[in-house]
């Protein structure tokens, strides 16, 4: 691991990677960046990132949950 950052191997059909590859063009970054945006995203959504947690503990201090 560099830079804090996990490595590891993903195994993608053909067609859902050419769709990951166009949408990372239409956007200007590479196919690995818009993977990590994706599930960031998606994590993010789910309430299962540290950030999430700590902006529910934030608004629950503040009376807005």
Same mark, same amino acid.
């Given at each position: 691991?560099r830079?804090? $950052?996990?490595?590891?191997?993903? $195994?993608l059909? !053909?067609?859902l990677?050419r769709?990951?590859?166009?949408w990372?063009?239409?956007?200007? $970054?590479s196919?690995n960046?818009?993977i990590?945006?994706v599930?960031? !995203? %998606?994590?993010?959504?789910?309430? $299962?990132?540290?950030q %999430? !947690? ?7 201090k503040?009376?807005?949950?």
């Amino acid at each position: 691991m560099r830079n804090g $950052r996990k490595q590891f191997p993903l $195994r993608l059909s !053909e067609d859902l990677y050419r769709a990951y590859e166009k949408w990372a063009g239409d956007e200007f $970054r590479s196919v690995n960046a818009q993977i990590e945006a994706v599930l960031s !995203e %998606a994590v993010q959504k789910a309430g $299962r990132s540290q950030q %999430a !947690e700590t902006s529910d503990i934030n608004n629950t201090k503040k009376g807005k949950l």
